[in-house]
């Protein structure tokens, strides 16, 4: 793993986008620079799908700066990972002269549909406990 590495932790149900930075292979943790870009999007309320491919290409323009490149962890719903790990792919072509990032997941957010059928089949299980209160009961 390179020695480099920026979490971005995108919570999809609260528009929230959080920020860390380890200069020692995540071994320890700092919050962004005052003066760095990113923090236009931290404790926003933004979707991350709009805003990717401005936080990359600043990540790989202003963070990426030795041949090891770096590594963006994420925390994230698959499809944001997805989305991420394409933009980064991208972002590697044009690149020649840095090191390429590097994606990876260490953490999951659930979708809205995973959600939703996980509540469903909770729900399923226990709906008989409801009867007695439901209008139509006897």
Do not use: H
Request: charged share 25%.
């Amino acid at each position: 793993m390179t020695k480099k590495i920026i979490k971005i932790e995108y919570d999809p149900y609260g528009n929230y986008i959080g920020f860390a930075v380890s200069l020692d292979a995540g071994n320890s943790w700092q919050d962004l620079a005052d003066t760095s870009e990113l923090l236009k999007y931290q404790n926003q309320e933004c979707v991350f799908s709009n805003c990717v491919e401005d936080i990359v290409s600043y990540i790989n323009q202003y963070q990426n700066s030795n041949a090891e490149g770096l590594c963006i962890q994420f925390i994230g719903t698959d499809e944001d990972f997805s989305i991420l790990k394409s933009v980064a792919d991208k972002e590697n072509q044009k690149t020649t002269k840095k090191g390429k990032i590097q994606i990876d997941r260490v953490g999951v957010y659930k979708s809205a549909d995973e959600a939703i059928a996980i509540i469903r089949n909770a729900y399923q299980r226990i709906a008989t406990e409801f009867d007695d209160y439901l209008p139509d009961a006897s």
